[in-house]
């Protein structure tokens, strides 16, 4: 089987399938149409998110039988579409679930200590202890919404604090010994810190919102490694500035690419993102809370497995 691999990632995904017996194409610099052009030659494709298999792309890929995409989400991918044609998809949220806990719970840690405004001020000459006295995370509630792979390993990290743990999913029975499932509302009135691990579809694109917001029953803290998309970032400026929404860490912003691999181009920024660079309530990481070195090649080496397991 030939496979064409659309973005660099970890040699032993190469390395491991030419094992199996599987012939790799490297092409990561055409761009999308070059790449319809010669994908009818391929029975797979391996990549991360560098552009959209839509129905187009997947017409053109007469003889795909899987889809490997290197990540958690299959939101660049027409899944139904897919699915319809008899495509084998495989992501590889088992890969970075480990890297996105550690970090969702660094990133709380962080904003509940004002460690990032702190080394700041430390390095311009400021000493203020009384201005950056912290919190203590024992004794909140944790709630999680979107409890797969991402928001199970989250509660997982948080074993070792005195904290109640809630999630919510779509799905029923998913709670575990590390977090309650209850109801949306019993979530918003009872959470002091909101943490979000939800994939991106129709549902979740402007979820947390201002109506979300004002159902919160108190003022708390945001966490979002997720999807930038399932949150307003004017409706979270606007609670930041009046207080129901006391920080926020996020990972990934609503202005994202497609790709993630980039925010920044010749487009203004919006108003309310300078608001976000310019706010000591807020951390921001550039979509980094599954990117380790652990977690390159558990990525990989998920991949490789479930590919293997279908078709060898």
Avoid at 33 to 61: C, M, P, T, W, Y
Wanted: charged share 25%; with cysteine.
């Amino acid at each position: 089987m030939k496979v064409l691999h659309l973005d660099t990632n970890h040699p032993l995904l190469l390395e491991q399938l030419a094992a199996l017996g599987f012939e790799n194409t490297e092409e990561y610099t055409a761009d999308k149409n070059k790449v319809q052009a010669i994908v009818h030659q391929f029975d797979g494709i391996i990549l991360r998110s560098r552009f959209k298999i839509d129905r187009e792309f997947l017409d053109k890929a007469t003889n795909l039988k899987f889809i490997g995409r290197v990540g958690a989400g299959l939101e660049n991918i027409d899944v139904a579409y897919a699915e319809e044609k008899g495509i084998f998809l495989a992501a590889a949220p088992e890969g970075n679930r480990n890297a996105v806990g550690e970090q969702s719970l660094g990133m709380i840690l962080s904003l509940f200590n004002n460690l990032n405004k702190a080394d700041k001020e430390v390095r311009q000459g400021l000493w203020d202890r009384e201005g950056n006295r912290g919190l203590e995370l024992d004794g909140k509630t944790i709630g999680i919404v979107g409890y797969g792979n991402m928001g199970k390993a989250f509660a997982k990290k948080l074993r070792g604090f005195e904290v109640e743990v809630l999630c919510v999913d779509l799905l029923e029975n998913v709670g575990d010994q590390y977090a309650k499932q209850v109801s949306l509302k019993e979530l918003q009135q009872r959470a002091d810190v909101l943490s979000l691990h939800l994939p991106q579809t129709n549902l979740t694109i402007g979820m947390v919102n201002k109506d979300f917001i004002e159902a919160m029953g108190k003022p708390f803290w945001l966490v979002n490694t997720a999807r930038g998309k399932c949150v307003v970032t004017r409706d979270l400026v606007d609670a930041l500035k009046s207080g129901k929404i006391l920080g926020a860490a996020l990972d990934v912003l609503e202005y994202e690419k497609t790709s993630f691999e980039d925010m920044f181009g010749d487009r203004p920024m919006p108003e309310e993102f300078n608001d976000l660079l310019h706010s000591d309530k807020v951390l921001l990481t550039p979509h980094i809370a599954g990117w380790t070195q652990e977690s390159k090649i558990k990525l990989a080496e998920t991949i490789v497995n479930k590919i293997s397991k279908r078709f060898c």
